[in-house]
């Protein structure tokens, strides 16, 4: 008897990880940027960046996005040849019974005084807290 509660358990426990979006986790949509607090905003279903300053700058990533994050939940920023570089992405899980996912990579950086936006990098993965940082700088043209 003791063998079959854990094994419901188990079921049930799978069954609700199994049902869980990519947006469950822990959404992070402000970073202090360039100086300035940044924000990920809804614009028109399109991802955009409002900034400290009024500016607005529209990604070509959809709505809802995040920024990526490290294993601790906080948003990466990374350094590379003196330019900072964030991530913003936007994840669809596949339709059932398959378990992946479409996720879109927009990097974003400041490099020699202008914000530079990457293209759209699109991966078939869910884990959305394992991007290394060529990821992040490949990209670019440096």
């Known amino acids: 008897m003791k063998s079959l ?13 199994a049902g869980t979006k990519p947006q469950d986790q822990k959404e992070i949509r402000k970073l202090a940027f360039d100086g300035r607090n940044i924000s990920l905003i809804n614009d028109e279903g399109q991802c955009a960046l409002a900034r400290s300053d009024d500016s607005l700058l529209r990604l070509d990533v959809k709505w809802p996005c995040q920024f990526s994050q490290n294993f601790l939940g906080k948003a990466v920023l990374e350094n590379y040849l003196s330019a900072d570089i964030f991530m913003v992405q936007h994840s669809d899980r596949a339709a059932s019974p398959d378990t992946n996912c479409t996720t879109d990579l927009q990097a974003i950086r400041y490099f020699k005084g202008h914000v530079e936006l990457a293209p759209v990098h699109q991966v078939e993965r869910c884990n959305i807290r394992r991007w290394d940082q060529k990821i992040f700088v490949g990209q670019f043209d440096w």
């Open 5 to 17: 509660a854990v094994i419901l358990l188990s079921l049930l426990t799978f069954a609700a990880y």
